[in-house]
């Protein structure tokens, strides 16, 4: 759905002038939650028409790190450019797209009526929702009360209601958790087709197999970044060919906080 709020992480609400060509920008980047540190110096770049994986264990940090590039999570600090303006600023909205886990999805609206919502939102047409609808498969469904569609299918409205207006930047929380491995795989396929198109994009899994159809990979432990890097050299700096077992050996590797 389309992101919005308001910026908290350094001064101004506008764009400036950026230090690279990087789509995402962290430096230093920290939360505190409850009084509690979540997030501790994270500093790593996302470069442009890439899909980067972020993994790491339930509770790491990877939904709170999420809402900090979209500028809707509190008590955030360090630096953080998204597309060269500061994250959460309002010239982003539109041109940056979050799914949360929670499914956005209204029981009660048709699948066609849900997308025409969020449509209006960003000002756009009936063919924005035709053309999103067919992205994820659902162009035949368009009609049906979304209260009678599976889990899966209500998990596309929402990654459909992500797509409209073509954002530059997509952050998708686990968006092919529950589903089934042929439409696991046809999503995949669609997260590289956007990335050919130009657009970026930073999708959270705990599926570490999925981690293989990332160009990048973040691995992040108790708040922590531990690793990243491509899949491939990933598996190298561990010795191993599988990618279950070289998360495992860096996430034993590293000390706890």
């Known amino acids: 759905m389309p992101a919005a709020g308001d ?3 350094g001064e101004g609400t506008g764009p400036s002038s950026p230090s690279s060509t990087a789509a995402v920008e962290a430096d230093g980047l920290t939360v505190v939650r409850g009084g509690v540190e979540v997030l501790h110096e994270l500093s790593f770049a996302l470069e442009p028409g890439t899909v980067t994986g972020l993994l790491g264990p339930s509770g790491c940090g990877k939904t709170t790190l999420m809402r ?21 600023c309002r010239p982003l909205r539109g041109r940056v797209a979050y799914l949360p886990q929670a499914l956005s999805v209204y029981s009660d609206l048709t699948v066609a009526e849900n997308l025409e919502y969020f449509a209006a939102i960003l000002g756009l047409g009936g063919a924005e ?8 498969g659902l162009g035949s469904l368009s009609a ?3 209260r009678r569609l599976s889990g899966g299918e209500q998990a596309r409205v929402s ?3 992500a797509l409209l207006g073509a954002p530059e930047l997509l952050i998708l929380d686990e968006p092919t958790v529950g589903l ?3 439409l696991r795989s046809q999503l995949w396929e669609l997260f590289g087709e956007l990335a050919q198109g130009g657009a970026t994009l930073l999708v959270s899994s705990h599926v570490m197999d999925e981690a ?7 691995l992040l432990r108790n708040g922590e970044m531990i690793a990243r890097g491509s899949p491939e050299e990933l598996t190298r700096r561990t010795g191993t ?10 996430v034993v590797d590293e000390p706890s906080r």
Do not use: K, N, T
């Open 129 to 136: 929702v035709d053309r999103a609808l067919a992205r994820v």
């Open 68 to 88: 900090a590039l979209v500028g809707v999570q509190r008590r955030v600090s360090g630096s953080l450019r998204v597309l060269g303006s500061v994250a959460g």
């Open 7 to 9: 910026p908290e992480i």
């Open 180 to 182: 089934d491995p042929v």
């Open 241 to 250: 060919d599988d990618l279950d077992e070289a998360f495992l050996s860096l």
């Open 159 to 161: 990654l459909a209601s």
């Open 144 to 146: 049906r009360l979304a």
């Open 212 to 218: 293989r159809r990332c160009d990048d990979v973040l």
